[in-house]
């Protein structure tokens, strides 16, 4: 990705030094005071090698209503994340450690990614689309209906190593007017690819019971989807990726009393997903093997919406936590797509 920190910085399209934002206060929340932190707990030993002895939870951003769908920019050393009902697209700086508004308002946008040529891509609730911010700033839209109908609230994105675009489209977003604007869906409950060439929109899940996060396997032959309103619990499903088309749909993880969000991917096929039902237990991030297996878990006082990989080698998780963003080096870095 061959993207200039000049051209990066015209992708809000905003003057965001007008819009700079005191540090926030955060004692409310400490860090811990001991080495290893408590908080991260390996549940199975094969959790213990992604640990880090010496690293510890930290929150870098409070004072939100909804944070979700980070998204890490590498070449500028960034993090960029939603906070949904304030309508503001969040940054980070992980130089300074100051936050400021990127993008306000920003069509209450929830999830995030990057193509394969460093562009951000957003999903929109109350346009109802999914964008893409070009190096000058301006949005351009790539879809925001399929068969003539508009799309309900597009959710969680990622970009396949072909370009291709894979989104989740449920009605959360517009169910009220609290992340967006009260409307009738019009569409099933899909999981779409959009062709980077021709932007044609193509159902790889149809009628999929509340579709949220989503990411693939490092080697891209699997790919995990929330389904956040199967009952009676929460699942995580798989299917395998045979030429852009799922197939042997099956249940992957049973949450149980849980409630996963978004998800990602480590190098080892290993899946971090954000949790939580809020109560101390499960409030946080938890870790399950290739196998579906749990095998760690990260306890925050919140709980979790969506994560990603990111820092300067990729070992750094940051963590979309209701009103907060925390982060936590670990000894494993963020699935890098064939």
Same mark, same amino acid.
């Given at each position: ?25 955060? #004692? #409310? ?9 408590p908080r991260i707990i390996a549940v199975?030993?094969? &959790? ?20 979700? %769908? ?12 939603? !906070? =949904?009902?304030?309508? #503001? ?8 450690? /100051? ?11 929830? %999830?995030?990614?990057?193509?394969? /040529? ?30 003539? *109908? ?6 969680? =994105? ?10 989740? !489209?449920?009605?959360?977003? =517009?169910?009220? &007017? ?21 932007? *044609? ?14 990411? &693939? ?18 699942? =995580? ?16 993880? !049973? ?10 991917? !480590? ?8 949790? %939580? /039902?809020?109560?101390?237990?499960l409030d946080g991030v938890r870790v399950?093997?290739?196998?579906? *297996? ?18 300067? *080698? ?20 963020? #699935?890098k797509l064939v």
């Amino acid at each position: 990705m061959a993207t200039s920190r000049r051209d990066l910085l015209k992708l809000s399209g905003i003057a965001t030094a007008s819009l700079l934002l005191s540090q926030k206060s955060f #004692a #409310a929340w400490t860090s811990s005071a001991r080495y290893p932190d408590p908080r991260i707990i390996a549940v199975d030993d094969s &959790f213990k090698p992604y640990m880090l002895s010496s690293a510890k939870v930290e929150q870098i951003a409070t004072g939100y209503r909804w944070a979700e %769908g980070p998204v890490w920019f590498g070449d500028m050393r960034m993090l960029l994340w939603s !906070d =949904i009902p304030n309508d #503001a697209i969040m940054r980070w700086d992980e130089l300074s450690g /100051q936050t400021s508004v990127f993008r306000h308002p920003a069509n209450y946008s929830n %999830g995030h990614a990057r193509d394969r /040529q460093g562009r951000l891509i957003s999903c929109e609730h109350d346009t109802r689309r999914i964008t893409r911010t070009e190096y000058d700033g301006s949005i351009t839209v790539l879809a925001d209906s399929f068969d003539g *109908k508009p799309l309900n609230s597009p959710n969680d =994105i990622v970009v396949k190593s072909d370009g291709s675009i894979w989104f989740t !489209d449920p009605p959360f977003g =517009i169910s009220g &007017f609290y992340e967006g604007h009260k409307a009738t869906p019009e569409l099933p409950q899909n999981v779409y690819r959009l062709d980077p060439e021709t932007r *044609k929109l193509t159902v790889v899940l149809g009628d999929v019971n509340g579709p949220n996060g989503l990411c &693939f396997s490092p080697d891209e032959k699997i790919l995990y989807v929330v389904e956040s309103r199967a009952k009676p619990n929460r699942l =995580i499903l798989a299917w395998d990726v045979v030429d852009n088309t799922l197939k042997n749909k099956r249940v992957h993880i !049973d949450c149980g009393n849980g409630t996963a969000d978004g998800i990602a991917c !480590d190098s080892d096929g290993n899946l971090w997903c954000g949790w %939580g /039902q809020g109560t101390e237990e499960l409030d946080g991030v938890r870790v399950f093997n290739t196998q579906g *297996k749990h095998i760690g878990t990260i306890q925050l006082p919140e709980r979790c919406a969506n994560l990603c990989f990111g820092g300067e *080698k990729g070992n750094r998780l940051f963590m979309a936590s209701s009103t907060s963003v925390y982060s936590l080096y670990v000894n494993i870095q963020g #699935a890098k797509l064939v």
